[in-house]
């Protein structure tokens, strides 16, 4: 009898990427909280509010999997993949608005 391929690979167990997808949509969510905070705080309002957006988008699309209990590995991956680029570039890219809008 065959093992099923989820059962022996952690990587591929549901378990495993319904924790990733938590994890993806938990950190979108506090860094769209955190900047949708300092948008009215000290921060410039605009380029602020412009860098909020793909955190939102995952987010909104985190919430409505995170309701059906069912992540998808392309959300997981390109959530990574956002939060990574997003939280390297965050200085440069508020530094670009900031000049755009002024």
Known sequence: MRANPS?????????FKHILGKVVFIFSTLFFIMRFIGAFNEMETLPTLILC????????????????????WWYIALGMLIIIVMRYYEHSLYNYFVELFS
């Open 53 to 72: 957006i793909p955190s939102l988008l995952l987010v909104v699309v985190g919430f409505k999997m995170y309701k059906r209990q069912q992540f998808m």
């Open 7 to 15: 059962e022996t690979n952690p990587i591929l167990a549901n378990r």
